[in-house]
């Protein structure tokens, strides 16, 4: 039976970092949102193969929500979110309250994160990076982790946050791990939950559309705006599907590509019901696919 999940403050979760890498123990760190899912463990999972004291957060954070975005109905099963962590076997749960984090009544300090945020969901949600990287941030300086690992479906979250790590030298090292899929192609999501029946078997245009990319480019297909254009083209005609972007860009800038010399990423924003669902995949010209070039690890 796994021994009982600690659930600490602020306070107590620099002290037990700080003593654990004393002793020479490293510390791995994986950030979520809570409504925990096979995407999240996976995560976990590698975390506590790889380090010796495990940490997860779990914080909705209000700062990369803008109005009108769904913070107040995100799913929160905290019970079920530390049961979950208790059964994967990690140290210590940061699950502070906004308070904590926040304790001022109004944040006067940001984490800016240049340009790389104004491209894709940059263009969609202005504020979201800047929440992002600020609370990140926070955490990092809270958990005071070795390690951080991130899920690849949030791409352009995953460079904004190791440019951050690299602008602002953080001693961390963030480890990119695979996006999770359902066994019919979906990308495994808290928002999936959102998905009505008739608007899950919509959903599955993104995986479709990506596919779509994949076989185009392995086909010899190197102009990039006919692959956006072919993905676009499997979302807008599902009825239930709402495209907000279908891109293709370089994968470290996310800046459009003209053609496709190398890898490219692939990315799809699509509303279904009141779902915002993102996703992604690596193309690259003779079909050398995601992760061959990369090892996933950066900071």
């Not at 506590?48 to 940490?55: G, T, W």
């Not at 996006?179 to 990308?187: K, N, S």
């Not at 956006?228 to 994968?251: G, K, N, R, T």
Request: aromatic share 6%; proline share 6%.
């Amino acid at each position: 039976m796994a021994a009982p999940v600690r659930i600490v403050s602020s306070r107590e979760m620099r002290e037990l970092s700080l003593s654990r890498r004393a002793d020479g123990l490293s510390v791995g760190f994986v950030p979520t949102m809570g409504a925990l899912h096979e995407g999240h463990l996976s995560l976990v999972r590698r975390a506590r193969r790889e380090n010796d004291f495990l940490v997860a957060s779990i914080f909705v954070n209000p700062t990369q929500f803008a109005p009108g975005e769904d913070l107040e109905k995100y799913p929160r099963p905290l019970e079920k979110d530390l049961e979950l962590c208790e059964s994967e076997k990690v140290d210590a749960v940061f699950a502070p309250s906004e308070e904590e984090m926040y304790p001022l009544e109004k944040t006067r300090s940001f984490v800016e994160p240049g340009p790389l945020a104004t491209r894709l969901e940059g263009m969609s949600r202005p504020s979201h990076f800047r929440g992002v990287c600020t609370v990140v941030a926070k955490l990092f300086n809270v958990v005071l982790p070795e390690r951080a690992y991130f899920g690849r479906k949030d791409a352009q979250q995953v460079a904004v946050v190791k440019q951050m790590v690299r602008d602002l030298n953080f001693g961390v090292e963030v480890v990119v791990c695979p996006t999770v899929r359902e066994p019919d192609g979906l990308a495994m999501s808290s928002r999936n939950s959102y998905l009505k029946k008739k608007e899950r078997a919509a959903a599955l245009a993104i995986p479709r559309a990506l596919e779509a990319a994949r076989r185009m480019v392995e086909l010899g297909e190197t102009r990039a705006t006919e692959v956006a254009a072919a993905m676009a083209e499997e979302i807008v005609v599902e009825p239930l599907c709402e495209l907000d972007y279908a891109a293709v860009v370089d994968p470290e800038t996310f800046e459009d590509l003209s053609e496709l010399e190398g890898e490219a990423l692939a990315a799809l924003a699509v509303n279904v019901g009141k779902a915002r669902l993102i996703d992604n995949i690596i193309v690259a010209p003779g079909g050398s696919g995601p992760g061959k070039k990369s090892s996933g690890r950066a900071g």
